[in-house]
């Protein structure tokens, strides 16, 4: 696979729910056995966020909004591009474009205020600031600070204990060191989809258990399936 390849399933593997929230369809279903019965016990995160948004107050309102609009951006770049099913330059530049305007939008709001929290943006807002944070690769030490915040706060976090996970797995990799739960996969040189190095591969399902990931090997049927490339085991 060339090098523009490779940047493509980065890019849009970066947060693989993503990509099972875009196309858990019948088709998706049909392809990987036991994904339908996984999910109707896993609700997603925008079901439940709306759940507990539900009637609260936010205290910014404004700021929700701003997060909700290049939340939706980001979407629909990394699905304009899923949809050419190739690598396409333009594409590829809108969506690197728009997580470089996120990275620096966000970063100016942490920076004014800290990280948002439910009280000021309710769950789906907070989802929203998670999604641009997962997709600030150029900036790893952004991505530490808040994921440090985030533990930090605990529960109050509002953020998905899978959430987590994703976010921990992009931030140990760029460290240089092995992966916790398995979400990340790149293309390796035959051009499939393979996971990349995982610390104590014995207990990754038990431990993505802990956290409301699915199964390792549902994980990989979903990825090749949305991706519509071959995953290594």
């Not at 699905?79 to 590829?92: I, N, Q, V």
């Not at 207990?203 to 990825?223: H, K, Q, S, T």
Request: proline share 6%; charged share 20%; net charge positive.
């Amino acid at each position: 696979m060339n090098r523009a390849g490779t940047l493509l399933i980065a890019l849009l593997v970066a947060c693989p729910a993503a990509a099972l929230a875009a196309n858990e369809d019948a088709a998706l279903a049909k392809a990987c056995p036991g994904l339908a019965a996984w999910a109707a016990g896993h609700p997603h995160g925008s079901d439940v966020a709306a759940a507990a948004d539900a009637g609260r107050p936010v205290s910014q309102p404004s700021l929700r909004q701003a997060l909700a609009t290049r939340a939706a951006a980001d979407t629909r770049a990394r699905d304009a591009m899923m949809a050419k099913g190739a690598p396409d330059p333009a594409a590829m530049k809108a969506i690197l474009d728009i997580d470089s305007g996120n990275l620096a939008w966000l970063k100016g709001v942490v920076a004014r205020q800290g990280f948002p929290t439910v009280a000021q943006v309710g769950k789906q807002g907070v989802a929203d600031a998670w999604l641009l944070v997962q997709h600030a690769d150029r900036d790893s030490a952004f991505q530490l600070e808040v994921l440090r915040t985030l533990q930090a706060r605990g529960a109050d976090a509002g953020v998905r204990k899978q959430d987590l996970a994703m976010l921990t797995d992009r931030v140990l990799l760029a460290q240089g060191k092995p992966q916790r739960y398995g979400t990340q996969f790149k293309p390796d040189a035959h051009g499939a989809l393979a996971m990349q190095p995982v610390e104590d591969a014995t207990e990754l399902d038990a431990r993505r258990a802990r956290v409301g990931l699915m199964p390792l090997a549902l994980y990989r049927c979903v990825l090749g399936a949305s991706y519509h490339m071959p995953v290594a085991h």
